[in-house]
């Protein structure tokens, strides 16, 4: 069964950083892009980062310069680096893979970051 598996999160004061990694099962096969996305209390989920296979990344305004998402392809797995965080990155974050040959989507379980002032 196809499954995204994330890492790390937590908590931590504005200016902290926090890294994220989540490693998507080999079920998935060939992956078109991966990236994260995030949602806060009473709000709808917004694209964090994305890279796709060519290794082009494209970032939330929010987020660019502060943020780096990195892949391992051979071992599935992405990465983001969360450096200078502010209160407002305070969300729930959660990985996202597209299947090249499907175009389906699959999400991880989301795992929580708090950014304290």
């Known amino acids: 069964q196809a499954q995204l598996v994330e890492h790390g999160g937590g908590s931590v004061r504005a200016g902290g950083s926090l890294s994220l990694s989540c490693v998507a099962s080999?079920?998935?096969?060939?992956?078109?892009?991966m990236g994260w996305y995030r949602q806060a209390p009473g709000s709808q989920r917004e694209l964090v980062a994305r890279i796709y296979n060519d290794g082009t990344t494209k970032y939330a305004d929010s987020v660019l310069g502060r943020f780096t998402i990195s892949r391992d392809l051979p071992k599935k797995t992405v990465y983001l680096q969360m450096n200078s965080l502010k209160p407002e990155d305070t969300a729930a974050y959660y990985c996202?893979?597209?299947?090249?040959?499907?175009?389906?989507?699959?999400w991880g379980q989301g795992t929580q970051v708090t950014v304290s002032s």
């Open positions: 996202n893979v597209r299947s090249h040959l499907s175009a389906s989507d699959y």
């Open positions: 080999e079920s998935i096969g060939s992956i078109a892009f």
